[in-house]
Nanobody
């Protein structure tokens, strides 16, 4: 089972970036998926989660209104569209698969984790 996050890089404030997370080895169409991030010197934190059907989404207050999580179950991919990023969004972003069908902000609900992709936002 592997979750491969990609799409990270350098982006300017006010720009946009889309992260992708491709699942392989098994399908996660019945699992909620989430994105978390870890900034240098800080603990990993919740960013967004999406239910198995994509009909329910959760966002942290810090990204609400700027980031959008979505999924394509046919392709086994989850996306995180980052619009108007800020320097404080700089972090390694991880995708994860929950053991439940509906997502939460709790990391303990997520059993499978990807390797992370670095996003750097310059001002």
């Amino acid at each position: 089972v592997q979750l491969q996050a990609s799409g990270g890089g350098l982006v300017q404030t006010g720009g946009s970036l889309r992260l992708s997370c491709l699942a392989s080895g098994r399908r996660f169409s019945n699992n909620a998926m989430g994105w978390f991030r870890q900034a240098p010197g800080k603990e990993r934190e919740f960013v967004a989660a999406i239910s198995w059907r994509g009909d329910r989404v959760l966002y942290s207050d810090s990204v609400k209104g700027r980031f959008t999580i979505s999924r394509d179950n046919a392709k086994n991919i989850v996306y995180l569209q980052m619009n108007s990023p800020k320097p404080e969004d700089t972090a390694v972003y991880y995708c994860a698969a929950s053991i439940y069908s509906y997502g939460s902000s709790s990391q303990v609900d997520f059993r499978f984790w990807g390797q992370g992709t670095l996003v750097t936002v310059s001002s």
